[in-house]
């Protein structure tokens, strides 16, 4: 623990002007990040009596060993700053909003020559139109199927789309009319996209000029005694009314806006944010998080208006942001949500009618949603705390071991042996943690031996991220220049190292320690056959209840590594496999191998060609078409296929994959 007047700054040395800050710990890592009108006031409230500190704030600053500054030139300059850096360091004391689950969203994606309405996840990506989020899928997909009738849109997968196309004949929507059929040429590429136009201005709450169109085209329809046109437009327009009522009317003068409320408590906050577009509520999501920092409700608001708006841009910023409390900096936000829309945005908290009485509604919300996640925590916490205490009890360990990571070997018959690294944070899986090792040290299957080679590996890294930050010098050599501070792969120690295996694996991997000079780690196997617990140098194993929260987490620590192991395995393995002798000509990529092997039809046909042939397609020049040809020439192939009934020699000239090999034998 530091005391922070070890790296107060001297007065007079912090600026009274607008800017970024950043605490540092002793490793050099980042773990807070804040901005401030004034840097010289702002910074010294962290320098005062720790007593009168809130008791995060001074968690954080005894964490800390330094703080620097950036120096900006607008308040909009140093939001913009401070958004950046957050995301870029991931700061530890920093409130950080994170979705509990991913909302599904109403996409299409105009990006495509024949744009398609489908359920989206995840990030946005560019030239896709989102609408939404939603609550559940299954909304959207109600919303689509009465929104079909009125606009057929495509929303079958390319794949369909291009079988579709290759037999003439649609699916079963291009039948019942609820797709247009582009695949088979009912409607132009020019037709389709209008179609999909129409769709997005619907859903975007242009609703009432396209029903009265309707309308009128039914009325016109039924005086010129068209009454089976009138009737389909009769249903296309109840069709459009019953999607319409999905979404119940929330605010009478066809707003655009999202409304943000927040529950707090003095550990935890949920924020709830509606999007209501054309009066309507379009969309719903909300986050709980840690109040790892001292913050209070605007704070929070704040921290909320960086996380839904720091990478949207265009119409997907709302007109009117409405809050509960107003930002300490809140018109340099307006600018920044103004920058990010194009035009002016309104900040505001709602104070009477119906934007205040949805308010009250989002804030109830917010309060269930906080409420819910208290009851579900609550068993949470107590299971993984009390697994915890299970483990440090069982293996005499000083303190509960709040960082585990486990270790596994994995090959087939001695081959692609590789080994896995996972990591559980408070009992949690920490998949950003996870590391993959390729065995380099030796050929064949030896367990032990991988495992005494990855766990020296992991610590090694460790001890050198240790030397960059002067905590520990190797023999007396140079200490290397700071860090950026951004998270480092193997920077964080572990309390306890455990291993998939018995007594040997635990030795391996306790001598590897022993050779670093590390002493502060615990390591532990978990033998599969009768899930013991083995300790270095114990002849008997630890056995744990059978229905002990340990022992369960163990298993799962364990079964996590084994899997993650397993599937790099495999994929090293299916890679090695589709290998070909194009793979080992230095600097020919995916793209030009495709290319190859498009222009001869197959790698035999290509093995055949001369020089100046292999200098014809695109791409490729005359000392790369030498390497190409040396490369081929080495790769002896195999003799052809035979035909075991018939004893027929089969010639093969089916056109081979880019990076695969035509010819039986010639794999690396």
């Known amino acids: ?83 950046s850096w957050i995301k870029e360091f991931d700061p530890r004391f920093n409130v950080k909003y994170r979705d509990d689950k991913s909302y599904p969203s109403l996409a299409v994606t105009m990006n495509e020559e024949y744009p398609r309405v489908q359920v989206m996840r995840g990030p946005k990506k560019k030239g896709v139109r989102y609408f939404g989020p939603y609550g559940h899928a299954w909304a959207i997909r109600e919303t689509v199927d009465l929104m079909l009738r009125v606009f057929p849109v495509r929303t079958c997968s390319a794949g369909v ?57 039914m009325h016109e329809a039924a005086e010129e005694m068209e009454y089976e046109k009138a009737a389909r437009l009769r249903d296309d327009i109840g069709a459009l009314r019953r999607a319409m009522e999905k979404n119940a009317v929330v605010l009478a003068d066809a707003t655009d806006a999202d409304l943000i409320a927040v529950a707090e408590d003095e550990l935890e906050a949920a924020v709830q944010i509606f ?29 909320a208006l960086q996380q839904l708006y720091g990478e949207e841009s265009g119409e997907s910023v709302p007109k009117e942001v409405l809050v509960p409390a107003l930002p300490e900096d809140t018109p340099a936000l307006s600018q920044w949500l103004a920058e990010r829309r194009g035009s002016q945005v309104s900040l505001r908290i709602p104070q009477r009618g119906d934007k205040k009485s949805l308010m009250e509604t989002v804030h109830r919300n917010a309060v269930q949603s906080l ?20 483990i440090a009890e ?12 486990c270790f596994d070997i994995s090959h087939l018959q001695g081959d692609d042996v590789v080994a896995s ?28 031996r991988s495992m005494h080679e990855v766990v020296s590996r992991r610590f090694r890294r460790y001890l050198q991220e240790k030397l960059k930050t002067g905590e520990w010098d190797a023999e007396g050599g140079e200490v290397p220049e700071e860090d950026d501070g951004r998270p480092k792969r193997f920077a964080y120690p572990p309390q306890l190292v455990v291993v998939d295996g018995g ?18 780690v615990a390591v532990c196997g978990l033998a599969k056959r009768l899930e013991e617990v083995w300790l270095p140098g114990e002849d008997d194993p630890v056995v744990l209840p059978r229905t002990s929260e340990g022992l ?117």
């Not at 929507?173 to 997005?200: Q, W």
């Not at 996972?422 to 032990?448: N, P, T, W």
């Open 161 to 217: 789309f291009k079988r579709s196309a290759q037999i003439g004949r649609p699916c079963l929507l291009g039948y019942i009319g609820k797709c247009s059929a582009p695949c088979v040429g009912r409607v132009t590429p020019e037709e389709h996209r209008e179609l999909a136009e129409d769709f997005c201005d619907f859903m975007a709450g242009r609703t009432g000029t396209y029903l009265s169109r309707l309308e009128k085209e």
């Open 371 to 390: 409420a819910l996640h208290k009851t579900k925590r609550a068993g949470d916490l107590t299971t993984r705390s009390r697994a915890l205490e299970e």
């Open 421 to 448: 690294m996972v990591v559980f944070e408070d009992g949690l899986a920490r998949k950003s943690e996870y590391r993959r090792f390729q065995i380099k040290s030796f050929e064949g299957q030896d367990d032990v």
């Open 1 to 83: 623990m530091a005391d922070p007047s070890s790296y107060r700054p001297k007065p007079g040395q912090i600026p009274d002007s607008p800017g970024v800050y950043r605490f540092r710990d002793e490793h050099r890592r980042v773990i807070y990040v804040g901005k401030a009108k004034s840097l010289r006031q702002r910074l010294a409230n962290y320098f005062q009596d720790l007593a009168g500190l809130h008791p995060r704030t001074a968690t954080m600053v005894t964490t800390a060993a330094s703080v620097e500054w950036t120096v900006v030139s607008t308040e909009v300059e140093a939001l913009q700053l401070e958004y």
């Open 503 to 520: 007594q040997p694996q635990v030795a391996a991997a306790k001598r590897a320690l022993e050779e670093l000079g590390v002493d502060d």
């Open 275 to 303: 999007h209501v577009r054309g009066g309507r509520v379009r969309g719903q999501r909300g986050w709980v998080t840690d109040k790892v920092e001292a913050v209070d409700t605007a704070g929070l608001v704040e921290h």
């Open 394 to 405: 069982a293996l005499e360990l000083d303190s509960a071991p709040l960082r585990i990571e």
């Open 552 to 668: 369960y987490l163990l298993q799962r620590v364990r079964d996590e590594a084994h899997r993650f192991a397993i599937q790099y395995q495999r994929n090293k393995r299916g890679k090695r496999l589709k290998s070909g002798p194009l793979d080992e000509v230095p600097g020919l990529g995916e793209s030009r191998k495709l290319a190859l092997v498009k222009h001869f039809g197959s790698v035999k046909k290509l093995r055949q060609a001369t020089i100046d042939q292999i200098c014809e397609v695109p791409g490729i020049g005359r000392k790369t078409a030498e390497t190409v040809a040396a490369a081929l020439a080495a790769a002896v192939p195999a003799g052809p296929a035979v035909n075991t009934a018939t004893g027929e020699i089969m010639e093969d000239e089916t056109p081979a994959p880019a990076g695969s090999s035509s010819d039986r034998g010639t794999e690396q």
